[in-house]
């Protein structure tokens, strides 16, 4: 350290040297009022500190000299760590973060600095002055601090430097502090600082990291959507390090934005496939011979937080990722740090094996594995085998291969840490169903009495909820409940008898049964208060049931009752003086006996039960001929079914911790019903509502909502619009087809109108003419500006069909973060997909090819949307239409003149036959029938050239093949109408379409 810090040596010898507190806090109150002298600051202990935080900027010492302020402002950071209040040097440390000096911005702290900040400092005494604003500042202040907006500027300002150590320690503050304040402010120049092309790695990461931070804290504040692919483009960094801080952020970006970040998807498989298939890694990212670990739980975990793919080349490539990764668990690992990341890895595999298919081979195997993973010794491996069998059993059709291990998993309802019997009662809970209800439960009553106070609130919600769900008989439903009571006492909620109540009520052949049990119970010496108040509502609604079977008369009912009351709570005696009340109805022997009760309670300090036994001693004082007490006593009508309300207790108390769980614990229906919740194609409390009804929406008269009738009907204007014209005797209908055939360029056809609708197409001055020249024509240019050209290749046969694209990089810079996807508007109609996985660099002046197979399903009218994205300097986006239109999957057809007028006769108008009207160009002020016919045929229609007398209409005929509609028929007649008006320097002409039902 310097010779000229001596002074904040020595106060830290003199410090380490008092041997009593006393002296301690003597030496430390000197020193802090020598500061306070030389500052001439007021701290924030003055009164009025806020209104002079200005006058205190203004009012240092201007003699001191910047060593000092660095060494009075280091005492004041010393004297904080060590745990006492400090009140003042904060304007110093603005007044440091503000200094252009890195001495005075920084301080480094105990542990070697990086080569980084070695280099960057100016000597060896400035990497270890121990002066620093931005080190005072995250200390000293606090997120709500009003000295934050005087630092602001100062952040930014480094934050916008070209010095990346600046913008570390910038970044390091906003991380540290937050606030809503420095996240609004700042967020943006944290975003700039990761998207910068020129921002070395180590920057990046933190600055992936900062801007984690802020949205946890502050998520409202960061336009996650509108970042969205510019961040995930960042995962496919060529250097791990940033990928696997990119990757954190995506990961709690893409939970609360499932859709933004869809193209995750595709990068994350990507770079697993590179490290895992590839092994494309630096040997410095290797951890015990596992390729960085951190990075692929983290993208296997975040694949799961997505719905399988309907891509088979993604599937095929997971499938290989998947296997590979249970084939090198296979082999035994001696090494703990290697198993450790091994086994991280694995986890995580197989719970994305179990989200893509239950029911594959992975999963079988792994089934395997995690039976031995269960009997481990170490803990941690234990309490992950218990978890991910409580996945597979929450999405498994089948728990056979579960059961097996049932004696194992009920063992670690014992096991020696409590995290491990946590598991093991969420995968009993999760494993329970009719057959092995009453060994489950069973155990789990025994385990309950010495079970840990912390977990048996949960474990009696769960076996309320499994005794309820999988009871074998509502006896047994009602002995388990009566015996959970009993065994969890103060444990048990409210739910659990508000739920026993409704279920006898509503069940008549169990109103006698459990009356008797419930009398039973309550002879017990002590017993629980819930307990008691189930007993006193049965026995006041049915213990007129069994008041004539010995040792159930109402005397010795209303004696054990009372025996109980005087130990219970003023609700739960309030609950008892309404079954006396109704006894008074049923049990005249008793009558005088409930008479004095409601008579002593009419005298209480309680008011409710005062009040209440008021008014019940009136009721039961009134003549027996009176109708009043008969009809305020009439038996409670059974309650409307409804959802149980233990669930909603249960998973609320599960609520979503910081990486949100893709399932939840519970069985496969539980899990169904809350992916169809989350989709909103689940009706309200599954099949009824909290009232009875179906869930449908209903007016208040009780019919269904007008709107709901009228969903699905197009009310737009150009719906209703018809053309009543009739043409060569072939009315005129609206057009099932794009009018993709057309020789001349239109801005956007109909079919694609939808598409654009949800994704904005890229428009350039040829991209129309192209796309439009490719619906006839099976190779051309595509797209082309001045970084990429796209060069297109097709061919189809049948149904199927068969696409090559040519990528080409036109810089003499490669394109990094290249990807390729495909959206389709209906996949029941139309599969496209690619055939192996787009690379994700294009290399400088050269090509690559890509292959993508498709397949036409059933009818379609909307052409795939091609979305590519790649980074050249910045963030690039393109989105195409690929031409894969209806036509192409024609197969053209030989027909007669006569054949072919008696299929046309067989059509029989609309809607099986549809007319369209639009212009084309003129070539010399005639129709080009040449170029006419060429579109004919390129649309793969057959050419008739004897059927029609006139030469310049065209007539063609062809069959659509699909794989899933079978075949259909199709005639064409193309009709130029020279004396039709004119619309834009050319003649109309009528393209009519007629096809043919399969079969036909």
Not at 44 to 64: F, H, K, M, V
Not at 122 to 131: E, H, P, T
Not at 304 to 323: G, H, N, V
Request: glycine share 6%; aromatic share 8%; hydrophobic share 40%.
């Amino acid at each position: 350290m310097a010779s000229n810090m001596r002074g904040l040596t020595q106060f830290i010898a003199d410090i380490r040297a008092a041997r009593v507190r006393e002296l301690e806090e003597k030496r430390i109150n000197k020193e802090m009022a020598n500061i306070r002298k030389k500052f001439k600051g007021m701290g924030e202990g003055t009164p009025c500190y806020r209104a002079c935080i200005i006058a205190d900027w203004r009012r240092i010492d201007a003699s001191l000299t910047s060593t000092q302020r660095k060494k009075y402002v280091a005492k004041i950071i010393f004297t904080y760590i060590l745990g006492y209040k400090v009140d003042i040097g904060h304007m110093e440390a603005v007044n440091l973060i503000s200094s252009s000096k890195y001495s005075e911005k920084q301080i480094v702290r105990r542990q070697q600095p990086s080569l980084c900040l070695q280099r960057a400092a100016k000597s060896r005494d400035d990497m270890f002055d121990f002066i620093q604003g931005y080190l005072a500042v995250t200390l000293l202040m606090h997120e709500n601090s009003d000295f934050l907006r005087l630092v602001v500027n100062s952040i930014r300002k480094d934050l916008e430097s070209h010095s990346e150590i600046n913008n570390c320690l910038a970044l390091h503050a906003i991380a540290n502090v937050g606030g809503d304040e420095i996240a609004e402010a700042l967020a943006p120049d944290v975003h700039r600082l990761l998207i910068s092309p020129t921002s070395q790695t180590f920057v990046k990461k933190k600055a992936a990291l900062t801007l984690l931070r802020l949205y946890r804290k502050q998520p409202q504040v960061i336009p996650a959507e509108e970042w969205a692919l510019r961040i995930v483009s960042i995962m496919e960094d060529p250097d791990l390090g940033v990928a696997v801080c990119v990757t954190s952020l995506v990961l709690a970006l893409a939970q609360d934005h499932l859709d933004a970040y869809a193209i995750c998807y595709h990068k994350a498989v990507g770079r697993l496939q590179k490290l895992i298939i590839d092994h494309e890694y630096p040997p410095e990212y290797i951890y015990y011979k596992v390729p960085t670990p951190w990075l692929q739980v983290k993208l296997l975990r975040l694949l799961q937080y997505y719905p399988p793919s309907d891509d088979p080349t993604l599937r095929d490539a997971l499938d290989r990722i998947l296997q590979a990764i249970l084939n090198a668990s296979s082999e035994p690992i001696k090494n703990v740090q290697h198993n450790n990341a091994q086994n991280a890895i694995l986890f995580e595999a197989i719970g994305l094996a179990i989200h893509l298919d239950p029911r594959s081979s992975l999963v079988t195997s792994a089934t395997t594995l995690l039976a031995h993973f269960i009997l481990s010794k170490e803990t941690n491996v234990r309490y992950l085998g218990l978890d991910t069998l409580a996945h597979l059993a929450a999405r498994a059709d089948s728990l056979e291969q579960i059961k097996k291990q049932q004696k194992t998993i009920l063992l670690s309802l014992r096991d020696k840490d409590i995290s491990v019997r946590r598991r093991a009662l969420d995968l009993l809970y999760s494993m329970c169903d009719v057959d092995n209800a009453e060994l489950i439960v069973g155990e789990l009553l025994r385990y309950l009495k010495v079970a840990d106070y912390g977990l048996r609130e949960e474990m009696v919600l769960k076996i309320a909820i499994s005794t309820e769900k999988f009871a074998t008989s509502y006896k047994w439903y009602v002995d388990t409940i009566l015996q959970l009571i009993s065994t969890a006492g103060d444990h048990v909620g409210d739910e659990v008898w508000y739920r026993v109540v409704q279920i006898v009520t509503n069940t008549e052949d169990l109103q006698e049964y459990a009356a008797k049990v419930t009398f039973e119970h309550l002879k017990n010496p002590t017993c629980h208060e819930s307990l008691i108040k189930i007993g006193g509502y049965i026995l006041g609604e049915y213990g007129h049931v069994i008041a004539d079977a010995p040792g159930y008369s109402p005397t010795e009912q209303f004696q054990l009752l009372q025996s109980k009351a005087n130990f219970c709570s003023a609700p739960t005696r309030a609950l008892l003086l309404s079954t006396y009340l109704k006894w008074v109805n049923v049990f005249p022997e008793v009558k005088q006996h409930l008479l004095l009760v409601f008579d002593r309670y009419s005298h209480v300090l309680d008011s409710e039960l005062q009040q209440r036994a008021c008014e019940y001693l009136a009721i039961a004082s009134r003549p027996e001929e009176d109708e009043l007490l008969t009809n305020i006593c009439e038996e409670m009508p059974p309650f409307p079914a409804r959802e149980s309300s233990l669930l909603a207790r249960l998973n609320k108390k599960q609520g979503d911790t910081e990486d949100k769980r893709t399932w939840i614990v519970g069985g496969k229906e539980a899990n169904d019903e809350r992916e169809l919740k989350r989709s909103g194609t689940v009706r309200k409390g599954g099949v009824l509502d909290g009232n009875g009804t179906d869930g449908k929406a209903q007016t208040p008269n009780g019919v269904d909502s007008i709107l709901g009738d009228l969903q699905g009907l197009d009310l737009s204007s150009s719906a209703a619009t018809a053309d009543n014209g009739v043409t060569n005797g072939l009315p005129n209908a609206k057009s099932v087809m794009p009018p993709t055939t057309s020789p001349s360029p239109v801005a956007i056809p109909p079919g694609a109108q939808a598409s654009k609708a949800a994704v904005q197409l890229t428009v350039t001055p040829n991209t129309e003419r192209w796309y439009e020249r490719l619906t006839y024509m099976s190779e051309s240019l595509l797209y082309e500006d001045l970084q990429l050209q796209i060069g297109y290749k097709s061919e189809f046969h049948g149904h199927l069909g068969r696409l090559a694209l040519y990528f080409g990089n036109k810089l003499s810079t490669p394109l990094t973060s290249f990807s390729a996807t495909i959206e389709v508007a209906d996949p029941e109609t139309l599969s496209v997909s690619f055939a192996k996985m787009p690379p994700s660099t294009v290399t400088p002046r050269l090509q690559t090819q890509q292959i993508i197979n498709v397949e036409c399903k059933n009818i379609f009218t909307t052409p795939p949307i091609l979305k590519i994205s790649y980074l050249a300097g910045s963030l690039q986006t393109i989105n195409l239409r690929l031409p894969v239109v209806l036509t192409k999957f024609f197969e053209p057809v030989k027909l007669a003149a006569p054949e072919f007028f008696e299929r046309w006769k067989l059509i029989g108008g609309p809607p099986r036959e549809a007319q369209l009207v639009f212009p084309i160009g003129l070539v010399n002020g005639a129709v080009d029938v040449e170029r006419q016919r060429k579109i004919v045929e390129g649309n793969k229609l057959y050419l008739l050239t004897d059927v029609d007398p006139n030469q310049t209409n065209s007539v063609g005929a062809g069959v659509l093949h699909m794989s899933a509609a079978g075949k259909v028929g199709c005639l064409v007649r193309v009709e130029p109408s020279m004396a039709a008006k004119h619309v834009g320097g050319g003649s109309e002409r009528d393209f009519t379409v007629v096809a043919e039902t399969p079969g036909s």
